[in-house]
Antibody, heavy 122, light 107 residues
Framework: QVDLVESGGGGVQPGGSLRLSCAAS????????MHWVRQAPGKGLEWVAALSFDGTNKYYADSVKGRFTISRDSSKNTLFLQMNSLRTEDTATYYC???????????????WGQGTMVTVSS | DIQMTQSPSTLSASVGDSVTITCRAS??????LAWYQQKPGKAPKLLIYKAPFLEAGVPSRFSGSGSGTEFTLTISSLQPDDFATYYCQQYTSYPWTFGQGTKVEVK
């Protein structure tokens, strides 16, 4: 069965950095696009970033562009989100989610991890 | 960016009720519309995709309809497990966007 397990969350001061990981299993990771979605406490879902199956096409929300970097290591079946210059408004639970086969467009997010909490506070 | 607007924000209902949630897109998205269910402290779960198609394992009391800019999610006979927050999402184009959510609560 498909399983996505996030890790790497925690507390960090404004301006700091964190690297989130998402370990995937139960499917051919290298065939699928992947996404990061976040949810601030008590708020709705916000898409953050997406990566094509082969890592060549990257997409970012305007709110994180230039600060966050999405990447993947298909040899380790792992998705990453490098978060730099963190702001208090980045405080949220971060979910990884599986996108479409090869392309992220025109496919819903069919499997989600349990999430990892990031708290940005001084 | 395509804006997704859900209504109502909160819906109070009883077990056995039929409930409908509406989602409107700021421009046509054809039928590239998904619905997710989220319970407190849990990840979202895909219920419906491409407007009317039920994800495997989702009970048939859930149904989706619509195309273009207006969509609905209907739960035909609300069960205790259905009290949750529901989100619509357009996935026709980057950036992928969600509605603000509809909380279905016990009346």
């Amino acid at each position: 069965q498909v399983d996505l397990v996030e890790s790497g969350g925690g507390g960090v001061q404004p301006g700091g950095s964190l690297r989130l990981s998402c370990a995937a299993s139960g499917f051919t990771f290298s065939d699928y696009s992947m996404h990061w979605v976040r949810q601030a406490p008590g708020k709705g879902l916000e898409w953050v970033a997406a990566l094509s199956f082969d890592g060549t096409n990257k997409y970012y929300a305007d709110s994180v562009k230039g600060r966050f970097t999405i990447s993947r290591d298909s040899s380790k079946n792992t998705l990453f989100l490098q978060m730099n210059s963190l702001r208090t408004e980045d405080t949220a639970t971060y979910y990884c989610a599986r996108g479409g086969w090869q392309t992220p467009e025109y496919e819903p997010f069919d499997f989600w991890g349990q999430g990892t909490m990031v708290t940005v506070s001084s | 960016d395509i804006q997704m607007t859900q209504s109502p924000s909160t819906l109070s209902a009883s077990v056995g009720d039929s409930v409908t949630i509406t989602c409107r897109a700021s421009q046509s998205i054809s039928d590239w519309l998904a619905w997710y269910q989220q319970k407190p402290g849990k990840a979202p779960k895909l219920l419906i995709y491409k407007a009317p198609f039920l994800e495997a394992g989702v009970p048939s009391r859930f149904s989706g309809s619509g195309s273009g800019t207006e969509f609905t999610l209907t739960i035909s006979s609300l069960q205790p497990d259905d009290f949750a927050t529901y989100y619509c999402q357009q996935y026709t184009s980057y950036p992928w966007t969600f509605g603000q959510g509809t909380k279905v609560e016990v009346k």
